[in-house]
């Protein structure tokens, strides 16, 4: 009974959000895992360490832009839409801002936060995919121009990225040549051109 006992405590304990989550000061270690676990369906905790993150960003413009991008793949993922999201419903989330029926957009807001501290830097490559998920917010809220405006960024920001970093190798996109060649094409599909 005491095994039977054990094993459930040890089962249950195992569904905390909190679980192998470890805790650090490091934004950049804090912003990683909130990855991961956005990837596990673990929002909540996702959500705490994204602000935590934030909170321990130093004057670094691209710290605090990747924890605002990280924010917006948050309040996107299929994890907040579905598992969690009867509790944010309930207890909101920790951007008070932020409902379940606003965060679309506010997540687009958060990628136009991350876009503009970005352009702060030289960190093209960073702002290339932040433009890239703009468009795609965009897109999902049927707002044309944003898109276009959006992957017109992201191909100038991926252009800059080779121009400033001529030996960079950016990760390509399955069945295009290129970045830029993707970015063309979804322009096109997206009838921006």
């Excluded at 405006?149 to 069945?175: E, I, K, M, R």
């Amino acid at each position: 009974m005491k095994k039977i006992a054990l094993s459930t405590i040890g089962l249950l304990l195992s569904g905390c959000s909190a679980v192998g989550v470890i805790e650090s000061n490091d934004p950049w270690q804090n912003l990683a895992q909130a990855d991961a676990l956005i990837e596990q369906g673990r929002a909540t905790t996702a959500e705490r360490l994204i602000v935590k993150a934030k909170n321990f960003c130093n004057d670094d413009a691209v710290c605090p832009a990747m924890a605002d991008r990280e924010y917006a793949l948050l309040l996107l993922s299929s994890s907040v839409a579905s598992t969690w999201a009867e509790h944010y419903r309930e207890h909101g989330f920790l951007d008070k801002t932020v409902t379940m029926q606003n965060r679309t957009a506010k997540a687009a807001e958060y990628l136009e936060q991350a876009a503009a501290q970005l352009k702060t830097t030289t960190a093209y490559d960073k702002l290339s995919n932040v433009h890239l998920l703009k468009a795609s917010v965009y897109h999902a809220l049927q707002n044309n121009e944003g898109t276009c405006s959006s992957f017109a960024l992201a191909l100038t920001a991926y252009q800059d990225n080779l121009h400033h970093n001529p030996n960079a190798v950016p990760q390509g996109v399955n069945g295009y040549a290129s970045l830029g060649d993707y970015i063309v094409a979804q322009q096109k599909a997206a009838h921006c051109t």
